[in-house]
Every structure is written in C-alpha cells, then in structure tokens.
C-alpha cells in the first residue's frame, strides 16, 4: 500500500489552526515560525492528508517520539491548548527532531529488502534496488 509521510509540524500547524481555530497568525506565533513557513506547512500537510483519503494511501507520521497522552487533542506534548512550548521544527525544546529516535529501516513490502533509512528523505520516495517497487519505512 502506497505511503504518504505527515511531519510532526505539519501534524502540529493541522491541530492549531483545524482543531483549535487558532488563524495562522496566531498558530504561527505560538510554533515559534513566521506566518508564510506555517502557512506553507499547513498546505504540505492538508495536501499529504488529502492524498491519502483521496487516494487510498496509509498516512505515517515521522520526526521523532509523539506523545499524545489520553488522545485528547492536546497535542504532541500534552499540554493543552494554552501551555504548547511552540518551538517548531528547529525551535529545540525536549522533542526529539527527525533523526533522533533509534536508526530505521526502508523496506520493500514486495520481496523484503532493506535500506538504512535516509534522514529527511521519506522511505516512500526511494524505489527497492531489487525489485523497484516503493519502499515503505520500518
């Protein structure tokens, strides 16, 4: 089955300006990115989400560690609409980033292949050296 990957911030500016109604002003100020780098993450991420319902994909969400404590809306740290750290992709905080959590795989869903996963670059990208179908991450 053909993957789409959502980003963590891209998850993130969904929740902030769908769920908790915040404009883009607002939810960009409180990722800690200018409002055109929250507005262009936004559009990647509802494009990416639209895909797959559209078109029959799973959604993978990648850049680390989420914790959604209760899936309550709360967000990636849990702590509400009003105390988020708001620090975006680069911002720092204690979340880990893309490449922090322990060394992935991309694998061939048709014959099982593995690659060492490339930061940055989705597994859904790369086509298997063995039998060139997509590659799928895990």
């Given at each position: ?12 500016s969904?929740?902030?300006?769908i ?19 929250f ?9 990416k ?18 914790n ?39 694998r ?23 039998c ?7």
């Amino acid at each position: 089955m053909p993957v789409v990957d959502v980003g963590v911030d891209e998850l993130e500016s969904m929740r902030l300006n769908i769920l908790e109604k915040l404009s883009q002003g607002e939810a960009a100020q409180k990722m800690g990115v200018h409002q055109s780098t929250f507005q262009r993450t936004l559009r990647m991420g509802l494009e990416k989400v639209t895909d797959a319902l559209v078109n029959g994909k799973s959604i993978f969400l990648e850049g680390g560690e989420v914790n959604m404590p209760g899936g309550d809306g709360t967000g990636p740290d849990g702590t509400g609409p009003t105390g988020a750290r708001g620090q975006g992709r680069r911002g720092g905080g204690n979340r880990p980033g893309r490449g922090a959590a322990a060394p992935q795989n991309c694998r061939c869903p048709s014959c099982g292949h593995l690659e060492p996963h490339q930061p940055g670059v989705p597994c859904s990208q790369a086509k298997c050296p063995e039998c060139g179908s997509q590659m799928v991450r895990g």
